[in-house]
């Protein structure tokens, strides 16, 4: 049974730092190569924000976080992590982890198979 639990998620300050987790389990990384980040505002789309290919470790990141949101993970633990930092008001939401299937890193929501309950975050002073 594949399983995606995410962690870390608070109230910050602008400016401030969050480190996300996703803990995996009920697949390897030979079946699902990609895990994801995404995030939804309310009253808003679902959003890519980066992205991991666990073989190799080659991310992608969208244009609104690069430079602040760092992915990682740690494949003997099962865990990718999302480092945020400088954060805004307006990356304020729910974060989610997902994993794909496929083996090219994408921030398409409609290629991710499996997804994980969400953790909020919210930035304000």
């Known amino acids: 049974q594949v399983q995606l639990v995410e962690s870390g998620g608070g109230l910050v300050q602008p400016g401030g730092s969050l480190r996300l987790s996703c803990a995996a389990s009920?697949?390897?990384?030979?079946?699902?190569?990609?895990i994801g980040w995404f995030r939804q505002a309310p009253g808003k789309e679902r959003e890519g924000v980066s992205c991991?290919?666990?073989?190799?470790?080659?991310?992608y990141d969208a244009d609104s976080v690069k430079g602040r949101f760092t992915i990682s993970r740690d494949n003997a633990k099962n865990t990718v992590y999302l480092q945020m930092n400088s954060l805004k008001p307006e990356d304020t939401a729910v974060y989610y982890c997902?994993?794909?299937?496929?083996?090219?890193?994408?921030?398409?929501?409609?290629?991710?198979?499996?997804w994980g309950q969400g953790t909020q975050v919210t930035v304000s002073s």
């Open positions: 997902a994993t794909s299937r496929i083996t090219i890193p994408t921030m398409r929501p409609g290629l991710y198979d499996y």
């Open positions: 009920g697949f390897t990384y030979e079946d699902f190569p990609i």
């Open positions: 991991i290919r666990s073989s190799d470790g080659i991310t």
